[in-house]
């Protein structure tokens, strides 16, 4: 239960601000993913590198008092960060971008790819840690990383669990599924593709 006046409270950061929060929102992404442990610094490289990309824009959701990480005996998250999202415009070079655009060719052809793609805000990590969970906050982050975004859709990729609470929010503003069961290079779980159009729906 939250104590009064401790809702985390939404705010935008530049990419100086981004990287130095890093730390923190990879204490949040271990909490909410459960990854191995030695996957996080190539984790910490990738969102670094992320945040060069055209139109970079993120969010943190701050909380006052901190919480201790779940599964983790003892440890509390580095700083305030209750979630976070971040996303950028999706260009040619970016690997998820060439990834997917390439399995949306096959399956649809090259307008079938370019309709979601060629004008696109990606999503790349939306997290909150388990213990904000279920109270809207991931609502919150996406509908304010979307809001007066230039681009015609977003796009993002989440763990192919048909009702898991991410998909349902994802369906819930106007996301769709593109690709089912998708597996990217290097293996891994199977996913889901999904777009919509902007501004979001819902």
């Known amino acids: 239960m939250l104590r009064p006046g401790n809702e985390p409270t939404l705010r935008e950061v530049d990419r100086k ?35 060069t990309h055209p139109a970079f824009r993120a969010f943190v959701a701050e909380r006052r008092a901190p919480l201790r990480l779940a599964g983790v005996a003892g440890r509390r998250a580095r700083g305030s960060i209750a979630g976070f999202a971040y996303g950028f415009h999706g260009a040619e070079g970016q690997w998820w971008h060439d990834v997917v655009r390439e399995a949306l060719i096959d399956a649809g052809g090259v307008r079938h790819a370019d309709q979601w793609l060629a004008d696109a805000f990606e999503v790349a990590e939306l997290h909150v840690h388990p ?24 796009v993002l990729s989440t763990l192919d669990r048909p009702d898991s609470r991410a998909r349902r929010l994802y369906a819930s503003v ?25 501004p979001l729906t819902g």
């Open 17 to 51: 601000a981004f990287v130095q929060l890093l730390g923190s929102m990879l204490d949040v992404y271990a909490a909410a993913m459960g990854p191995p442990r030695e996957q996080l610094p190539g984790r910490y490289t990738i969102m670094e590198r992320h945040s």
């Open 174 to 198: 106007g996301l769709t599924d593109l690709l089912r069961d998708f597996e990217f290079p290097g293996g891994g779980p199977p996913y889901a593709i999904m777009g919509g159009p902007l």
């Open 131 to 154: 213990g904000f969970q279920g109270r809207g906050l991931g609502r919150r982050l996406l509908t304010a990383l979307c809001a007066d975004r230039t681009e015609q859709t977003v």
